[in-house]
């Protein structure tokens, strides 16, 4: 699971990195964050084919910027792989639990995105009583031994991810926050199968602010007030995901690994965690 992977930079270290982790784990199943692929706001048809295509993700979970580019309409009426949050209100059919397959068949794969309450402008519904209302249902899944269940939970509020993560201790295998841009160093892997990282982090340039360029963003909080458009910054890509090992049989995590990748200086830093 890749964090909000931002612009063309964030597009390029995401892709080097996925083709880099596929030569040297088989990973059956990816998804990606793409609410700022297109130039740090929204998505756009030719990029998500661009990051869907053979050998990249599978699926690419949204947040507030969903709809950044009306493009996205076209991505979502073509591909069930675009998955949006559960509960953006008044979109027919998105409050379904999308199920795709996981490589070789092996089983079936949900996976949740909800956006968090706090400090988001939009109209959502409460992702608190999503998943109140589908937890049985999941749990029944799970314990049916054909489906897993992983969640990206696009939330501002560390405690929005933490609490959904674990009220469904046991049920998801893998939960990852999104948003932030910034990533964090909690992960874990519960008694219970899950494994869960407050914030994965964001795909994209690090010497930025929250990847966008620092000159531009600074002239909005320092000196003469001067509100210029945000730019995606260039510099210091990294890579940002949270690589999951889930048991065959009970279809919860056993391991889990936070995984950074700095673009410039080729260099790795994973950091395992077993329950
Ligand atoms: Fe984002
Ligand atoms: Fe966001």
């Given amino acids: 699971m890749i964090g909000d992977v931002v612009g063309r930079p964030g597009r390029k270290v995401c892709k080097a990195a996925i083709t880099r982790l596929r030569a040297a784990v088989e990973l059956d199943f990816v998804s990606l964050n793409g609410e700022n692929l297109a130039g740090g706001f ?125 009220y469904l201790d046991g049920v998801v295998a893998a939960l990852v926050g999104t948003h932030t841009h910034t990533p964090t160093s909690d992960e874990r892997v519960t008694a219970r199968g899950t494994a869960f990282l407050t914030d994965v982090g964001m795909t994209g340039p690090y010497e930025s602010i929250i990847g966008m360029d620092v000159e531009r963003t600074l002239r909005r909080y320092f000196g003469p007030k001067e509100k210029r458009a945000h730019e995606v910054a260039e510099k210091d890509s990294w890579f940002c995901g949270f690589l999951v090992e889930i048991c065959a049989r009970r279809g919860v995590a056993v391991a889990a690994h936070r995984l950074q990748w700095r673009e410039a200086v080729d260099a790795w830093r994973v950091t395992t965690t077993t329950c």
């Fill in 42 to 166: 929204g998505i756009t048809s030719k990029i998500f084919e661009e990051m869907t295509a053979p050998g990249m993700a599978d699926v690419i979970t949204m947040g507030n910027h969903w709809s950044d580019k009306p493009d996205v309409h076209v991505v979502r009426r073509s591909s069930p792989r675009l998955v949006l949050p559960q509960n953006l209100a008044d979109l027919e059919g998105v409050d379904k639990l999308p199920v795709f397959e996981m490589r070789g068949g092996a089983k079936k794969i949900v996976v949740i995105n909800l956006m968090g309450n706090f400090a988001m402008k939009g109209d959502y519904g409460c992702p608190f009583a999503f998943v109140e209302k589908h937890r049985d249902q999941l749990r029944a899944w799970v314990k049916s031994g054909e489906y897993v269940v992983v969640a990206d939970v696009h939330a501002e509020a560390s405690s929005e991810k933490q609490a959904i993560a674990w």
